[in-house]
């Protein structure tokens, strides 16, 4: 008799060997964080402190609530 586990396994098309095994050569090792939300909505604190200077002052004077934004959007998770 054979068991459940291999009768799905072999059902569905992978041998029990290989069960589990999908293509480990594209496997990434350390995958980096993926955002939990879309990036309008990330940072909210630092977008408001940002966008208040940039209309205030112009972009030039606000390096330092660009720079705090763009860092706190990298921890959450987004390439900028």
Not at 12 to 37: C, H, I, Q, R, Y
Request: aromatic letters at 4%.
């Amino acid at each position: 008799m054979r068991d459940v586990t291999s009768a799905s396994a072999t059902a569905l098309g992978n041998s029990p060997e290989t069960d589990g095994d999908f293509g480990s050569s594209n496997a990434v090792s350390n995958p980096a964080p993926v955002p939990k939300k879309k990036i309008c909505c990330a940072c909210p604190s630092t977008k408001r402190l940002r966008d208040e200077c940039i209309v205030m002052h112009g972009e030039d004077a606000c390096k330092k609530w660009i720079n705090a934004h763009k860092e706190c959007l990298r921890s959450e998770g987004f390439k900028v």
